[in-house]
Structures are given as C-alpha cells and as structure tokens.
C-alpha cells in the first residue's frame, strides 16, 4: 500500500515561502513521475507542479519563477518550495504519484497540506 504525507503547510503573509514535503512509504524510483495540485474552495484541482524520473519539469504558468519542484531519492521525499506567495495561492495542496505500466496507469494521493496566504 502506497502511502504519501505532506507536510509543510501553514499561514503565511503575502510575499512569505513555505516548503512542502511529501514523504513516500517506498522508493519514489518506483514512480514513473511526481508532482503537486492544489484545489481552492470552489475550484478544480490544478496541477501546480510535475517531475519525472528524467528529472523533466512541469509548472502551470501562475506559478513559474516563484516555485521550485525538487525530489530527494535517498529520502523517498519531493519538494515544492514556495516563494513570493499570493494570496490566489491559498489551496489545500496534494501530492501525487503515478506508477506506469502497459496498459494501466496507478495514481496515488496524499491527505492534503492547507495553505494560506493571508496578511
């Protein structure tokens, strides 16, 4: 059974960083890709950010300079380091993995990280 956990969310003002982590219960090398979504009241879930295991990235174009997806494979972790946050930032915020194989597809979520930007 798959496990991730996010951690890392909180209030922050406007303009703040907060780092997300989210710890896998195996080794991440067994995903074909990583990435994070965020869903704010109201809204649908959006990509924010993606990483394959060709260390390929993806961000949606709101985020693009001001956050940073990175993967630790010794400590089955990734990363999403926040900077220069606004307040249309405010989400709660997923991690993801997918595990690829012919014909099937497996995705996987964790609980979700509360972010909030707010002065």
């Known amino acids: 059974q798959v496990q991730l956990v996010e951690s890392g969310g909180g209030l922050v003002q406007p303009g703040g960083s907060l780092r997300l982590s989210c710890a896998a219960s195996?080794?991440?090398?067994?995903?074909?890709?990583m990435g994070w979504y965020r869903q704010a009241p109201g809204k649908q879930r959006e990509l924010v950010a993606h990483?394959?295991?060709?260390?390929?990235?993806k961000y949606t174009d709101s985020v693009k300079g001001r956050f940073t997806i990175s993967r630790d494979n010794t400590k089955n972790t990734v990363y999403l380091q926040m900077n220069s946050l606004k307040p249309e930032d405010t989400a709660v915020y997923y991690c993801?993995?997918?595990?690829?194989?012919?014909?099937?597809?497996?995705?996987?979520w964790g609980q979700g990280t509360q972010v909030t930007v707010s002065s």
């Open positions: 195996g080794s991440i090398l067994s995903f074909n890709a």
């Open positions: 990483i394959n295991n060709d260390s390929e990235l």
């Open positions: 993801n993995a997918v595990a690829a194989f012919p014909g099937v597809e497996y995705d996987y």
